[in-house]
């Protein structure tokens, strides 16, 4: 009899018990125990929409991107009319780095819903990793004429930034933004910069401080103005705003390198000192940093280590040899694709001297001044160069074939050749002078 009760009274519990299981996953989301939530699913016996949209969240949540992908793909079928599902996706793809099929996404809940501001933010977003940047200025402006918000008018100065390199256009557009929104910290940063950059050092100050009447503890304005101060040689300012930054810890490159500087020009030489030191720590190949560490060091007791550093600074300051050579191999084949016969034999010259070793370059400039301009002197006095560097054991030795009997392309076989070439030349000029001799006497 129990057992018959047991039976007719389950069906009235099964709605309770999903209900706490709904509870139960809601609760573990909502406490991002994501683990827990999916552990909860995967007892459900059916997975619903919104049980599909709890584990694609959940997967998200883990970092657990492709999986949560694959969740929300499917959404985009099962649901296919809900904005949410695509912009879910679309999250996804965006966390994968997979733009093109993030625009989509987005482009398709615009598609649904052309007012969905999120969605637009973010199909501009992806247009701007794309580097479709004439399309992004389109949709940003237009955006913009609906909602001038500091978010949409940041998304118009990138789009304006990958289009154009003239500085007054992108100052013009950071500070649009920092007008309308002088608290803004990511306009006053980006504005200053860009007055850093051009040389605009009182401009980049005055932006900066027109944001510290707001908030003066923002770190990165600080070092922006600090920068700002010291590249306009005030450099007692400069270092009220680093020290308190290098106080609390703020290391960077930068902060040392200005830092140091500015204690170099205010005649500081032990604190210039250790700040280079740090900065180059950091970045121990950069030639302006070395540069003004040599000359601390000249004023302090490691006078031998400032020579060094500046021994350094000019071995960093001029390419290596190697690197020069390359450069002027490529440009030796531009000249001979493009024609230029003279070009190409100066930059084989050039090549050769800055690898000396390379001899085979002088048979080159030979061979080009043979076939494409017909100029005997220049061969032979190219030839004759070459020649003089053949070494010792490598005369009279005998050309080396192949069984087919064609002779292999090696640096003794380029000799004999040579040799060959020259003597060639020798007895055509002097057969040449003879008859050229024979007609002056008649």
């Known amino acids: ?32 125990d994501y683990e827990n939530a999916l552990t909860l699913i995967a007892h459900e016996d059916s997975l619903t929409v919104p049980l599909l949209y709890q584990k694609g969240r959940a997967l998200k949540g883990l970092g657990r991107n492709a999986e949560a992908l694959d969740v929300f793909r499917l959404l985009t079928v099962q649901d296919s009319l809900n904005p949410r ?17 993030a625009l989509q996404c987005y482009r398709r809940v615009l598609d649904l819903k052309p007012d969905h501001k999120y969605a637009h933010i973010q199909y501009i977003g992806q247009l701007l990793n794309l580097q479709k940047y004439q399309e992004a200025l389109g949709e940003s402006t237009s955006l913009a004429e609906q909602d001038s918000s500091a978010t949409i008018l940041h998304l118009k100065a990138q789009s304006l930034e990958g289009l154009y390199t ?76 680093y020290l308190p930054l290098l ?25 210039a000192h250790d700040l280079l030191q740090a900065a180059r720590k950091l970045a121990p190949e950069h030639v302006d940093l070395l540069y003004y560490l040599g000359k601390a060091c000249s004023k302090t007791l ?9 021994e350094d600074a000019i071995s960093l300051a001029f390419p290596k040899d190697s690197v020069v050579a390359r450069l002027y191999d490529g440009l030796a084949d531009c000249c001979r694709e493009a024609g230029e016969t003279r070009k190409q034999i100066k930059a084989l010259m050039q090549q050769y001297k800055y690898a000396p070793q390379a001899h085979n370059l002088l048979y080159k400039a030979a061979f080009a001044s043979y076939y494409h301009l017909k100029d005997m002197d220049e061969t032979e006095k190219y030839l004759e160069a070459y020649l003089k560097t053949r070494p010792q054991d490598s005369k009279n ?21 040579a040799e060959a070439w020259l003597n060639d030349l020798r007895k055509r000029k002097k057969v040449e002078n003879f008859f050229q001799g024979s007609q002056k006497g008649k």
């Open 247 to 271: 106080a609390q810890g703020d290391s960077s490159f930068y902060n040392c390198y200005y830092a140091g500087i500015s204690h170099y020009a205010l005649n500081q030489p032990y604190e």
């Open 85 to 101: 599902a695509y912009i879910e996706a679309g999250e996804c793809y965006k966390t994968l780095g997979k733009f093109q099929p």
């Open 166 to 241: 003239d500085p007054n256009i992108l100052i013009g557009a950071y500070m649009e933004i920092n007008d309308r929104y002088p608290e803004d910290y990511l306009a006053a940063s980006k504005l200053a910069s860009l007055y850093i950059q051009n040389n605009y050092y009182d401009y980049a100050i005055e932006t900066c401080e027109d944001y510290r009447k707001t908030d003066t503890t923002n770190v990165t304005i600080n070092r922006l103005e600090a920068q700002a101060y010291c590249l306009n040689k005030e450099y007692a300012k400069a270092l009220e705003r």
């Open 1 to 32: 009899m129990k057992k018959v009760l047991i039976y007719l009274l389950l069906p009235a519990f099964t709605p309770f018990l999903k209900a706490q299981q709904v509870q139960s996953i809601q609760e573990a989301m909502a406490n991002y």
């Open 302 to 310: 490691w006078k031998e280590k400032g020579v060094e550093y500046l």
């Open 397 to 417: 030795k005998p050309q080396e074939m192949t069984e087919d009997d064609d002779i292999i392309l090696n640096e003794d076989n380029r000799y004999n050749a």
